[in-house]
């Protein structure tokens, strides 16, 4: 499904860090398995576009653990609230 990401340090994974990582194909999974267009999710990781909470569920199921909503739009989920660590 997707490569292991390797958390060294208790180092906190981005979202931009986590798209960087995955293969061409994996990022084509993702996009398949969340329902939207490749260059639609690319830009949701680049920060060119914000993701629906349905796509930030998708993407947050996918990278099991490695990416939480608040990395993706802590406009939504502040981390204080949704994602406390």
Known sequence: MQSIFILLYNRVMNKETYWKGL?????????????VHYNSL???FNGKREASPNLIEKITQ???GALTKCD?????YPEDVFCKK
Not at 23 to 35: F, I, S, V
């Open 62 to 64: 996918y990278s099991e």
């Open 42 to 44: 690319s830009s949701v």
């Open 72 to 76: 993706i739009r802590p406009d939504l």
């Open 23 to 35: 293969t061409t194909q994996e990022k084509q999974e993702l996009a398949d398995y969340a329902g």
